[in-house]
Structure formats: structure tokens, C-alpha cells
């Protein structure tokens, strides 16, 4: 797995290469200084992984991107600053086609540095596995349904999607669909720190018809509302004494992996909503959401899943697929029409 680094900072080069060169599999083939660097060497060292830092002096992140997209596109990872602004130029970068973020603290870096690594290794192996610039006409594909289902408008009280790696885009054009005559409320787990996932909520809410709320610790479920969840945590789903529906954050389960869980979404929407529950399992690494969806499958559960074609990673839909729990494997645009038809059947209805 061949990788090039891009930073304008030496310290910052040396040790994405050190815990790079951690794992046998991965080669860093290159080092760029700045964005100017990172296009060139892109186009003669052909990497399967770009990390690419965001400011940088001659020719920034973004603009960099840009180029690497149209000139030799690959799998790019962006190394953003865990500020407000760089949480907003790392969402900029995903609608671009940067593959994912990942936040740096720079003033907790050696304190952090371990679980960094972690994070790093895992994102350039799966990218770089699944990159979707490489594919080949023999890639394997599980079967699944690519037909539109037809659903009914009273069928769900709830749509819960959960994403990760290569999501924020997904969600743009699932949610940007979708008017303000859609009634069912949606929850959204997003794999993300918090200050992305607030700044995420604000962008969605600005592109959306629908209000799009970031769920800091409880929100009552509304029709006419998407609930983000705050990232680093948890966010499930109560259904009160009154029949209406709560969503509240928290830590648990403390087990999980992942922040916030798709399974601990999935898992307390079958107990709140049952089979009046539509799930929707977005591109992203490992397989977050197929424990929850099999309980929700069990109740009599909906659960669609992108399809393989359009996905950044095929890890999370390609374990619920692979389980034969989903009703469809459908693309983002399609999941956004196969959404929005349940509005224009209540209009119809």
C-alpha cells in the first residue's frame, strides 16, 4: 500500500512517516512539502494514499485537492487542525472527494500520538483497499437488490442512517433531496469528532429544506427535523410514557469502537419504533450497524444500504448486505428518491 505525505511542517512529515512505517503492508513512496508538490508527485508516483495537510504555504490543501482529483485521482486523507475552521474546510474537502478526515490536536500531539496511529493505519489500509480509483472489472460484488422499493407514507415513525468513512457527502445528497413535506423524522449518527459534527449540522441546515438539529445531550423527536448526533458519543432513541419520541446522548455502551455508535442507534430504534423503522447504512469502515440491524431485522425492521459503486469503503453496507438483512443496495441519489417519494405519497394520500 503505497503512500505519500503531504505537510509544510517537518515534525509533522516525520511522524505521520513513523507511524506509517509502523505497519509491514504500508510503503511511504513520497514526501511533499506543500500542495504544489503533493500534484506533482501524485502524477508520477501514482500512491493508492494521499494525506494531505489542509493549510499549507505555495498551494493549500484544498486547492491541491482540486488538482490531485482531475489529474490523478486517488484516495486523499486530510490531516485537519481540531479547530472550527478546520472542521469547515474539512467538510469542503469531502464534497471535493477527499475519502475522510482525520483531526490532529496539535497541542495534546505526543500525548495523543498512539491513538492517532491507530486511526491512521486503519484509514490508508481501507482506503487504500477499497479504493474506487483502482477498481478492477473482476471485483467481487454480494449480491443485492438495485430496485427502488415502494414504501408506504404511514409505513415508518423513524429513518435512522447511519455513516461513516465518506459519508458527509452521502448525506448532502440524501438530505438535500428531501422537502419540507417529508414528515418521518431522521436520525444520523455520523463517524466524527464533535466540532465536525457541529459544524456538519450548521451546513446541513443551511442546504436542507428540513431543520437539521445537532443533538449536544436530548432533543424530542419532531416531524420536519433531522437529529445529528453529537460526535464522540452516543445517541439512542426512548420512546416516552406520553408515545413520543426522545433522543439522547451519552456515553454508553462504553464498549463500543466507534463514536457515535451506529449499533447503539440501530439497537434502541427497534426497541422505540420497531418495524416501523427504516435504517439506512451508509459507506464506512468495519461493520458498525449490523448488530443494531439485526435487531431491527428480527422486529420486522427496514434496512437499505449504498451500494458498492458509490461507496468510499464498502465495509459497513457490505456486512449487512452479506447478512441478507437489507431490502435493497441502492445509490445515494436513489436513496434520496426512494426518501423523498414517502413525502409525495403523504401529499398524494
Not at 496539535?106 to 500520538?113: G, K, L, R, T
Not at 456538519?200 to 445537532?214: G, T, Y
Request: charged share 20%.
Amino acid at each position: 500500500m503505497r503512500v505519500l505525505v503531504t505537510d509544510d511542517s517537518a515534525f509533522m512529515r516525520r511522524a505521520v512517516c513513523t507511524m506509517l512505517a509502523a505497519d509491514p503492508d504500508i510503503e511511504v513512496v513520497g514526501v511533499a512539502h506543500n500542495g504544489k508538490e503533493a500534484v506533482d508527485l501524485a502524477k508520477t508516483l501514482k500512491p493508492d494514499v494521499i494525506t494531505l495537510d489542509i493549510e499549507m504555504p505555495e498551494m493549500d490543501g484544498l486547492t491541491a485537492l482540486r488538482h490531485i482529483m482531475r489529474t490523478a485521482p486517488t484516495q486523499v486523507l486530510m490531516l485537519s487542525s481540531l479547530t472550527t475552521e478546520g472542521s469547515t474546510a474539512s467538510l469542503q474537502a469531502l464534497k471535493l472527494g477527499a475519502a475522510d478526515v482525520l483531526a490532529k490536536d496539535q497541542s495534546n500531539f505526543s500525548m495523543n500520538m498512539s491513538k492517532m496511529q491507530v486511526k491512521l493505519i486503519q484509514l490508508v489500509k481501507a482506503l487504500a483497499q477499497s479504493n474506487p480509483h483502482r477498481k478492477t472489472a473482476s471485483s467481487q460484488k454480494p449480491a443485492a437488490s438495485t430496485e427502488l422499493p415502494r414504501f408506504r407514507a404511514s409505513q415508518f415513525d423513524l429513518i435512522c442512517i447511519g455513516s461513516s468513512t465518506g459519508g458527509p457527502p452521502v448525506l448532502e445528497t440524501i438530505l438535500g433531496a428531501l422537502p419540507e413535506t417529508l414528515r418521518t423524522p431522521i436520525v444520523v449518527a455520523q463517524h466524527m469528532p464533535v466540532i465536525f459534527t457541529r459544524s456538519m449540522a450548521e451546513r446541513l441546515d443551511k442546504m436542507c429544506a428540513l431543520s437539521v438539529k445537532h443533538v449536544e445531550e436530548r432533543e424530542a423527536v419532531k416531524s420536519g427535523y433531522v437529529y445529528l448526533a453529537r460526535g464522540g458519543k452516543h445517541m439512542q432513541i426512548h420512546k416516552l410514557s406520553s408515545g413520543r419520541l426522545e433522543a439522547r446522548v451519552g456515553t454508553e455502551p462504553a464498549t463500543a469502537v466507534y463514536k457515535p455508535s451506529v449499533d447503539a442507534l440501530f439497537s434502541s430504534s427497534a426497541k422505540a419504533t420497531g418495524s416501523k423503522t427504516l435504517a439506512i447504512v451508509l459507506t464506512g469502515i468495519g461493520a458498525d450497524g449490523l448488530e443494531g440491524g439485526r435487531e431491527l431485522h428480527k422486529i420486522g425492521g427496514t434496512i437499505l444500504a449504498q451500494n458498492q459503486e458509490t461507496c468510499v469503503v464498502y465495509g459497513m453496507p457490505k456486512s449487512v448486505t452479506e447478512a441478507g438483512i437489507t431490502t435493497a443496495n441502492l445509490s445515494p441519489f436513489d436513496l434520496g428518491k426512494t426518501l423523498r417519494s414517502l413525502a409525495a405519497t403523504a401529499a398524494a394520500a
